[in-house]
């Protein structure tokens, strides 16, 4: 499907669409939490375009746009507290920092979460509005 500019937008298509919090259809300028450099640190921007294998990605901090796999792109869209259970995969960042951690929900202390990390850190005191979904 050609969005308004003429770009493809890569909703339904079979090994192209990209889901996130609330498994929305990304394509240019999307808001997105995406993997910068495939280091594990996850950050905001938005979609340029299409590329090989994935998304090119414009840095919301002015660093310079990359193409990102399509697994390391999801939609930049807080996850619902009914969507988040112990063992969700989410990407979480804490109050004030400037990236996301991928990780998996460990405990829900009524509206505050505490994911572990891939790494293995466990961190307490996540707010939903601080969560996307994986």
Known sequence: ???????????????????????????????????????????????????DGGFEVA?????????????????DVAASASSVQVGTPVLAKQEGAFNFFSGKVTAIDGATYSVATDSGIVGRGYTISNLRLK
């Open 1 to 51: 499907m050609l969005g308004a500019a003429g770009v493809l937008l890569l909703a339904g298509c079979a090994g192209s669409s990209v889901s996130g919090g609330g498994k929305a259809a990304l394509g240019a300028g999307s808001a997105v939490i995406a993997d910068w450099g495939g280091n594990g640190n996850w950050y905001d921007g938005k979609i340029n375009k299409a590329c």
């Open 59 to 75: 840095w919301n901090d002015g660093s310079e746009a990359a193409c990102v796999p399509q697994a390391g792109v999801v939609a």
